[in-house]
């Protein structure tokens, strides 16, 4: 009887787990990890929750200023380090974008339907940032 419980319990544990979303596949570009993705709920909520673990969360939204913002997918995204070399390139698969860059300044561009914003940011050791691009729909 004890031994049927024991395997219950795996059982049971294993498949909480299974059901669970995974995080999309991690990708590395010049020596700099990132994951992009959060389409759907399951996915933007496994991205958010290691965004702990991660330097850097970017969120990307559209607004028409009127209704709460949405996600958007498909935004390009450049970082560039300190001296303005390039590190990544990257068009987005989601609203979300996980990167790990080593403490130092960087400057972002981030470019959606034809509008480009830029972003200035310090990455300091340990302290995990988000930051939110939103453009305005077209009007």
């Known amino acids: 009887m004890?031994?049927?419980l024991k395997i219950i319990f795996l059982?049971?544990?294993f498949a909480t787990f299974a059901c669970l979303a995974q995080l999309p596949d991690t990708?590395?570009?010049?020596?700099?990890?990132?994951?992009?993705?959060g389409i759907?709920?399951?996915e933007s909520q496994a991205i958010q929750a290691d965004a702990k673990q991660w330097p850097l969360l970017l969120e990307f939204s559209q607004t028409d200023g009127q209704a709460?913002?949405?996600w958007v997918a498909g935004a390009k995204i450049i970082i560039n380090d300190a001296k303005k070399r390039p590190l990544l390139d990257i068009i987005c698969?989601?609203?979300?974008?996980?990167?790990?860059?080593?403490?130092?300044?960087?400057?972002i561009?981030?470019?959606?339907?034809?509008?480009?914003?830029?972003r200035t940011l310090l990455i300091a050791k340990d302290v995990p940032q988000r930051i939110v691009i939103t453009w305005k729909s077209p009007s």
Do not use: C, E
């Open 2 to 4: 004890r031994m049927h």
């Open 11 to 13: 059982l049971l544990y």
């Open 27 to 37: 990708r590395t570009i010049n020596g700099i990890r990132f994951i992009t993705g």
């Open 40 to 42: 759907g709920s399951d």
């Open 68 to 70: 709460r913002a949405a």
């Open 93 to 107: 698969d989601g609203p979300l974008m996980l990167v790990k860059l080593p403490p130092g300044s960087y400057s």
């Open 109 to 118: 561009a981030a470019a959606y339907n034809g509008v480009t914003q830029n």
